[in-house]
C-alpha cells in the first residue's frame, strides 16, 4: 500500500487513458511513493520515447531499492550489536539477521513489482506523448 497507493495508481491509469502525460506526471511528482517516484522519473523523459522513459524508471528504481534497503540494514547492524553482548545476544542476533533477509527479501520483490507496474504505465503513456510532439 505504501509503495504503490491505489488511489495514485488509479489516478495515473486514468490520466493515461486520456492521453494527459502531464498531468499523469503531476500525479506521480505530488505523491511522493516509490510507484510516484518511479512514474515521475520516467514522465521526465517523455519526449525521449519509451527507451529513455524505462531507463529512467530504471534508475529510479535503483535508488528506491538502495534508499529503502537501507533502513532493513538497520536491523542487521542491531544484531551485529546484540551479538557482541553475549550468549543471549546471540539468539536475539540471530532472530534479527532473519528478520533482516525475510524483509530485504519482501522489500526487493516489492518494489520490483512496482517498478514493473510504474513501466507498464510508461509503456501506456509512450503513444500519448509521441502523438503530442508528432501533432506540434
Known sequence: M???????LHALEQAVASGEVAVAGAHATANGSPLGS?????????????????ANCERAAMQEMLRLGDR???????GAMVLLLGALGTVLALLLFAAFFVLQSRLV?????????????????APAARARTESR
Do not use: F, Y
Open 2 to 8: 505504501r509503495l504503490a497507493p491505489p488511489r495514485l
Open 38 to 54: 518511479l512514474v515521475a522519473r520516467g514522465l521526465q523523459l517523455h519526449a525521449g520515447g519509451l527507451d529513455e522513459m524505462l
Open 72 to 78: 532493513i540494514a538497520a536491523i542487521a547492524r542491531l
Open 109 to 125: 520483490h516489492r518494489l520490483l513489482v512496482v517498478r514493473e507496474t510504474a513501466e507498464d504505465l510508461l509503456r501506456r503513456a
